[in-house]
């Protein structure tokens, strides 16, 4: 049987990772491109000339305004070396399972807390980018919950499960192409039609079970069909519904694996790392180079918000 070029593809090696990025200079010359990749850009005024300051700041020529690499972006305000985040970037993108927040603060020689705020900001980056992406064309759609089980009210409402609808977009072929993962309020005809507003593109071929919510989906905007499952192996054998039922066991095992258990408020940065790594997995080498683009776009996120929660996409 011929090996899969994806999977077996060779991806970005350690060694090849600190060829490019292994000192305080080579990061900050990477950040710099991606962050200004015509050159410098006062962020106050928008003028183009400026020079950089003993400091390590940059002084623009018109406005006099000061700033530094850093300074509006993800990494804004940090305290560490950034070796350290673009090894906690490559960790995070280049692992097909993701990395603990523990395991990550082992790998970069940090605190835990300081390994969950760094790992939380780098998720944010992925959350925001995915936000702006819609799937089209044929859709495999599922709801599921994120939680384990626990006493008191079981399946749909218990309060310690979180709902999300999982979308595959596949080929005609059958082949998957990209996914979502999006946290949302319940499974309501109004939320799912918030979901298909933002997430699905008009003119898609939506395929789901006989939920009463994806009747979203019943307008002249989407071809909706239906396929009543059931319940039991019946529904997860179906082979409408073969690739949203591998997606979702492989984030399971994933959640379960890596991550053990995870708070509900912080649903929608998990669930966006599958997200990015997936649409993401044809070139395993571009990923870091397009991430550091999304990342010099993201604005501050503070520890103040990176604990409350957030709202659903």
């Known amino acids: 049987m011929a090996r ?42 928008g003028n183009t000339t400026g020079c950089r300051l003993s400091r390590g700041l940059y002084q623009c020529h018109r406005c006099h305004h000061q700033t530094s690499l850093t300074a509006g972006t993800i990494f804004h305000a940090t305290h560490l070396p950034l070796t350290t985040w673009f090894l906690a970037i490559y960790l995070l993108t280049q692992r097909k399972s993701g990395i603990s ?29 995915n936000q702006g992406e819609r799937l089209s064309g044929r859709i495999e759609l599922d709801d599921a919950y994120l939680g384990g089980e626990r006493p008191g009210k079981r399946g749909r409402g218990a309060e310690h499960k979180f709902p999300f609808v999982a ?9 998957p192409l990209r996914v979502q993962l999006r946290r949302v309020s319940g499974f309501t005809l109004t939320e799912i039609r918030r979901y298909a507003h933002q997430a699905i593109a008009p003119g898609s071929h939506v395929i789901s079970d006989g939920l009463g919510c994806f009747r979203a989906f019943d307008t002249p905007l989407y071809v909706h069909d ?34 053990h258990a995870i708070r509900g408020q912080h649903a929608p940065r998990y669930l966006a790392e599958f997200e990015y790594r997936f649409n993401r997995r044809y070139d395993l080498k571009a990923m870091i180079p397009r991430f550091l683009t999304v990342a010099a776009k993201t604005p501050p996120m503070p520890y103040r918000f990176l604990k409350m929660a957030d709202c659903y996409a």
């Open 4 to 45: 899969n070029p994806i999977q077996f593809q060779p991806g970005l090696s350690l060694p090849a990772f600190l060829e490019q990025y292994g000192t305080e200079a080579q990061c900050q010359a990477a950040l710099f491109q991606h962050r200004w990749p015509k050159g410098f850009v006062c962020p106050d005024c």
């Open 101 to 129: 927040a523990l395991q990550l603060s082992r790998e970069l020689g940090v605190s835990y807390n300081t390994a969950w705020k760094l790992k939380h900001k780098l998720l944010q980056v992925m959350h925001e980018r």
């Open 167 to 175: 979308a595959v977009q596949t080929d005609e072929e059958g082949h």
């Open 226 to 259: 239906c396929h009543i499952t059931g319940g039991g192996r019946a529904s997860v054998e179906n082979p409408e519904f073969n690739w949203v039922n591998t997606l979702l066991g492989n984030v399971k095992n994933a959640i379960t694996g890596t991550y």
